[in-house]
């Protein structure tokens, strides 16, 4: 939902330059981002007031924008803010037992002995960049201006009323009687108006409520219905994992969930245990799907038939995180093989055992 401009946003963004800078914008109140442009380099962490779909308001900046969108590269292993060089990173006695396998002998410790350090120059341990220059096309919006000392204190001191705004608010619902949770209140930094965000199972008449509240703060007022969801996604919290939720921590898009996600990562099915706070499927089960699809190409299905050597075995169990296989033959018979030990034959349409570990398996 974007914000409806006014003719004086028009005026505003007409008079912009055609190209600058964009950066991903945090609204901290809701937790929603913004794809915003400014006519100089900003830096992550940098106080801003920018453009929101319910007004001008306080956002801090994230990260650069112009990366963001590029699509991904099949079989890519190259992760950010992961060390691409911590194997030189390591001294030789350390750097021999990564290589034997040792999990005890091999933890990680950087050589300070060394000219060069190669983390300075490696892409995961410094995710950061300059901001890169691009045309900025009509449907980016600007940010206002820098948040100012006087802009954040303001800011404070409207944060600190918003308690209060809540505990009136509350009353007030109670006194109409009306069907709907509270979940909280937002005084905008830009303009003179207080946001209810509040849930509700059914659509509420909340007009005599508004009028109530408006008699109250004398300023506008705005009450917005949102999903258990967004609820999670405002508030925050902690997940399963033991980390803030994903929907307020990582990103503010809360994509569609289905069991069929779970049931392609061999998860369990039953929605208690594959569930968040909110009453939802986990967001995060969205995230490796399209791993765990891709992976699966490299795997023959489960149930699917092998031939080893004279014996035609089962697939039993197929991890792609361990990359092994496990099957299953006559007598109860179970054979773990790891992944590269099969192919798909392209003539024959079938998976097959590579000759080698075919024959290590007949030998045994």
């Not at 509350?170 to 109409?176: G, P, S």
């Not at 409520?209 to 300023?219: A, C, E, N, P, Q």
Request: glycine letters at 6%; one cysteine or more.
């Amino acid at each position: 939902m974007k914000r409806e401009r006014t003719s004086a946003d028009s005026r505003v963004q007409k008079n912009r330059p055609s190209q600058g800078y964009i950066y991903l914008v945090k609204n901290p109140s809701s937790n929603e981002m913004s794809i915003c442009a400014w006519d100089s380099v900003l830096y992550p962490g940098t106080s801003v007031v920018a453009p929101t779909r319910y007004g001008l308001d306080l956002g801090i900046i994230i990260s650069a924008a112009d990366q963001l969108g590029k699509s991904y590269e099949s079989g890519c292993d190259q992760p950010r803010a992961a060390c691409f060089h911590a194997e030189d990173c390591l001294p030789k006695d350390e750097r021999e037992a990564f290589h034997a396998g040792d999990p005890e002998e091999a933890l990680p410790s950087y050589s300070l002995e060394k000219d060069e350090d190669p983390c300075e120059s490696c892409a995961g341990c410094n995710p950061q960049r300059e901001p890169g220059e691009v045309e900025i096309s009509g449907d980016v919006v600007w940010i206002d201006r820098l948040a100012t000392p006087s802009d954040l204190s303001r800011y404070q001191e409207q944060s600190a009323k918003e308690d209060e705004a809540m505990r009136i608010c509350r009353e007030k619902i109670a006194h109409h009687k009306l069907d709907m949770k509270l979940v909280t209140a937002h005084f905008l930094l830009g303009e003179p108006k207080i946001i209810f965000f509040f849930t509700a199972d059914v659509r509420v008449d909340f007009r005599e409520l508004v009028k109530d509240l408006v008699s109250v703060f004398r300023i506008r007022i705005e009450l917005r219905q949102i999903g258990v969801r967004d609820e999670s996604r405002v508030l925050g919290g902690l997940a399963v994992c033991g980390r803030d939720f994903c929907c307020h921590g990582v990103t503010d898009k809360l994509d569609p969930v289905s069991i069929k996600m779970a049931k392609e990562q061999n998860l369990s099915l039953n929605s208690m245990k594959i569930s968040g706070p909110c009453g939802r499927l986990l967001c995060c089960l969205s995230y490796e799907y399209d791993f765990y699809v891709e992976e699966k190409r490299n795997y023959p299905p489960e149930g699917s038939k092998l031939k080893v050597g004279y014996d035609l075995m089962k697939v039993h169990e197929v991890n792609i995180l361990s990359k092994r296989i496990t099957l299953s033959g006559s007598e109860g018979r179970m054979f773990t093989i790891p992944q590269n030990a099969v192919f798909f034959n392209i003539d024959t349409k079938r998976w097959e055992l590579e000759k080698e570990f075919a024959n290590e398996f007949l030998s045994n």
